[in-house]
């Protein structure tokens, strides 16, 4: 990956100056960036045609020495892996520390359930200073329902010890208002993560604009081919950045389940294979609240019990 800094975007086969324009224009202008892009993207964005666009990526992966890395540079890779605390300390065990960087984590449930209130914390959480267990980042937040709210952020903040002003300026927030602007917000988030001062994305509510356009049952599949896109993109994010991506989702009742919970999430496996962790929200005794991890690559599937309290997430009730 060093010799990333020496070649550019300008050294790839079939590419001049004007071409290195446009590709810059639409983010991509990182021998990384024309890598992991696909052809379709490059022909529209640049302008050229399939065959130079192919030969365009192949030398992109051939100079970065990409397809196979050898074990110890993965190991390396999960190294720089950062785990963003939750405020819960069982929270944070069935997560294996926090929620990762380099991943997307899908929180589904009910309404009410705690799905934003999880958002707002990771947000004021990766602010924590380095010595202090934190990790002194900045956020980048999609809003689709309007829910993002400062002043539950000033609440947070006061609790954590930081400045308040200082939280709220680290925090990016755009509202997206259909599933084509998300999508396009998501992609132009790409220019704050380039900077490295943010490691924390979120996408609250990843499915509430899909859902609201596309019904009936004809409309499915382009449902979600558009999620599945979208979902890509943020993977790549993820991965190219570093950068712990958090989606929520509605849950939708199952109408034949007559055993066992009768909810499942919104995307079907779309979103579920896209993401590396998933959490199961939902409402427990006493006002707490359970999360549960379905699916995960390297963790046992677990639970806990957490609290929703004025000053935030955390174990026990206040
Ligand atoms: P939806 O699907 O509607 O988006 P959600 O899963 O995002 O729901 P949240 O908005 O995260 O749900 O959770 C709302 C709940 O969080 C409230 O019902 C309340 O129990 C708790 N909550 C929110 N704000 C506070 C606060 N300031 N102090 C204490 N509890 C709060
Ligand atoms: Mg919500």
Redesign the pocket.
């Known amino acids: 990956m060093t010799k990333e800094k020496e070649l550019t975007v300008q050294d790839l086969p079939g590419v001049g100056p004007t071409t290195a324009e446009k590709l810059a224009a639409a983010g991509i202008d990182t021998l990384l960036a024309v890598a992991v892009s696909s052809i379709g993207v490059l022909t529209e964005e640049a302008g050229v045609s399939d065959s130079v666009a192919r030969k365009m990526i192949q030398a992109a992966r051939d100079m970065m020495e990409m397809g196979f890395e050898t074990a110890d540079t993965i190991l390396d890779k999960r190294a720089e892996v950062i785990k963003i605390k939750t405020g819960s300390e069982g929270f944070d065990e069935v997560m294996g520390g926090g929620f990762e960087t380099g991943a997307i984590t899908e929180c589904y ?10 958002g707002h914390q990771l947000a004021v959480n990766v602010q924590i200073p380095k010595d202090q267990g934190g990790n002194e980042s900045k956020v980048i937040y999609i809003d689709t ?1 309007n ?1 993002f709210r400062p002043e ?1 952020i000033l ?1 947070m903040a006061e609790k954590a010890g930081l400045d308040p002003d200082t939280v709220l300026k680290n925090i990016k927030i755009a509202r997206a208002y259909n599933s084509d602007h998300q999508m396009l917000l998501a992609e132009k988030s790409e220019e704050l993560l380039k900077t490295g001062e943010y490691k924390l994305l979120i996408v ?2 990843l499915t509430a604009h899909f859902r609201a356009e596309f019904i009936g049952r004809g409309t499915l599949s382009e449902r979600q081919q558009k999620l599945n896109k979208h979902m890509h993109t943020l993977l790549k994010l993820a991965d190219m950045y570093n950068c712990c991506v958090l989606v ?1 989702n ?1 849950v939708m009742s199952k109408p034949n389940v007559m055993f066992g919970d009768p909810t499942q999430a919104i995307g079907g496996h779309v979103v579920g294979h896209s993401s590396t962790f998933r959490i199961y ?1 939902r409402k427990g005794k006493k ?1 707490s609240r359970v999360a549960k991890l379905v699916d995960s690559p390297n963790l046992p599937e677990n639970e806990c019990m957490f609290f ?3 000053s935030g997430l955390n174990d026990k009730e206040e």
């Open positions: 449930g009910e309404f009410g359930s705690g799905k934003t209130q999880v329902e829910t539950r609440q609250d509510s929520t509605q929200l006002g929703v309290n004025t």
